[in-house]
């Protein structure tokens, strides 16, 4: 979960994951749209990467990211769990 919050508390990671949100793209067009060297955009990657929010795909020479959306639903159910009322204390009658 650390690794999420650090994935999530830069601005150009998060503008990454959004780009994600309309499909996968190869690292080529998304380094079309940050004007990053290289370096530092692979170090976007692999922060990314770590934290489990893309996946990754080699096809030939190209690699491919895509959103991994399996954490987000995990880092969103932890969220609510944090914030949300204690199970104890619900009721079920309105």
Request: aromatic residues 6%.
């Amino acid at each position: 979960m650390n690794e999420v919050f650090k994935a999530l508390a830069d601005p150009t990671r998060r503008e990454i994951l959004r780009e994600l949100r309309s499909g996968e793209r190869t690292a080529g067009e998304l380094a079309e749209l940050f004007p990053l060297t290289k370096s530092t955009l692979s170090g976007h990657f692999a922060v990314l990467k770590a934290a489990d929010l893309v996946q990754t795909e080699k096809r030939g020479t190209t690699v491919i990211y895509r959103l991994n959306t399996t954490v987000f639903q995990d880092v969103l159910s932890s969220l609510l769990g944090l914030f949300g009322e204690p199970e104890h204390q619900r009721s079920d009658t309105p």
